[in-house]
Nanobody, 121 residues
């Protein structure tokens, strides 16, 4: 059974770049037809899909985040990473990584437990 674990700083200063890593166990991030996503949930709001890296390494980004987001992977470590630049307090959220068979993770996805990120002003 695949497991996903987010890691990264819990507190980031305004204008800095947030970097989060998702470590995957129980399955390879290069396995055909799986997509690996970053999703966040700001306080009091719904889930926001940020972007996805496919098993092939192709990336997809939400238009809302495309200008500030980069997703990459390290296949030797079975990890994929989110970088979000120029953060503001509005980027405070719980950040999740997920695996699904679609570009945008749905209800059938496997999720990490989430990590709280707070952006200080």
């Amino acid at each position: 059974q695949v497991q996903l674990q987010e890691s990264g700083p819990g507190l980031v200063k305004r204008s800095q770049t947030l970097s989060l890593t998702c470590t995957v166990s129980g399955g390879s991030i290069t396995t055909n037809l799986y997509y690996w996503s970053w999703i966040r949930q700001p306080p009091g709001k719904g889930l926001e899909w940020m972007g996805t890296i496919a098993y092939s390494g192709v990336t997809y980004y939400s238009p809302s985040f495309k200008s500030r987001t980069s997703i990459s992977r390290d296949t030797s470590k079975n990890q994929f990473t989110l970088q979000l630049s120029s953060v503001t307090p509005e980027d405070t959220a719980v950040y999740y990584c997920a695996r699904d068979k679609t570009v945008v993770a749905g209800t059938g996805a496997d999720w990490g437990q989430g990590t709280q990120v707070t952006v200080s002003s």
